[in-house]
């Protein structure tokens, strides 16, 4: 009887022994499990793009765009004269001295067809007036005999088109206004640029038949004019 009792308290022992040890497994291929799923989806995560990283590239080609390219421009190799290497068309004057404005250093904004694009150095701004009303040149032969001056000097026409007013407001109407001369937005611009290994210049032409303004702007480095006084001037002050 006793021997009956010892047996089965062994078996009772040794199930209980078995079943704890197969959840202890159990529990081991849980947590395996578990930890394979957390580490591929940490995996992932690195591998995504974010919407700034690709939206730069965008940004950066549409700026480039609407550059002017000035490469694109051949170099001339004509002789070009004196400034402001073309005349106004026969038959018109400038009457008034406040009909022309010249300056060794000053900005001029020129239209590509696009955008308004500051130039600096030497200006020339200049409005010519028909001397007999009898004897008007149309705008289209303005057109053409600039057109025809300039590309035998080895020059290219940039733009002909109307200036448009959005172009001024992105420069600013106080600021263009500042610069313009008589170039104003709403009327045919015909630009135009030469370009030489040791020059840049800038044509622009606003046909009319009672008046036509032409400026002129070769680009170039400001020149200085003021420095500081020598100590032996300030004595003598």
């Known amino acids: 009887m006793k021997h009956c009792f010892r047996y089965l308290l062994s078996a009772t022992l040794l199930t209980a022994l078995l079943s704890g040890c197969g959840s202890k497994d159990k529990a081991d291929e849980t947590a395996t499990d578990v930890t394979a799923t957390t580490e ?100 289209l032969m303005q057109q053409r005999n600039y057109e025809a001056l300039i590309k035998s000097l080895g020059g290219v026409q940039v733009s002909s088109a109307e200036l448009p007013s959005e172009a001024i407001e992105k420069v600013g109407s106080d600021t263009y206004r500042k610069y313009a001369g008589n170039i104003s937005s709403g009327e045919q611009v015909d630009t135009y640029l030469i370009r030489q290994k040791d020059k840049e210049v800038w044509i622009q032409i606003q046909p009319g038949d009672t008046y036509m303004d032409v400026v002129v702007t070769e680009r170039a480095a400001m020149p200085q004019q003021v420095s500081t006084i020598p100590a032996d001037e300030l004595k003598k002050n």
């Open 40 to 139: 591929t989806t940490t995996t992932e995560i690195p591998a995504e793009t974010t919407p700034a990283e690709t939206a730069a590239p965008e940004t950066a080609a549409g700026s480039a765009a609407a550059t002017f390219d000035l490469s694109k421009v051949p170099l001339s190799t004509a002789n070009l004269g004196r400034f402001p290497y073309v005349s106004g068309p026969k038959g018109y004057k400038f009457p008034n001295p406040s009909d022309s404005a010249y300056y060794e250093f000053d900005r001029s904004y020129v239209y590509d067809g696009k955008q308004l694009i500051p130039i600096e150095g030497k200006v020339l701004r200049r409005q010519y007036r028909v001397i007999d009303e009898a004897k008007k040149t149309s705008e």
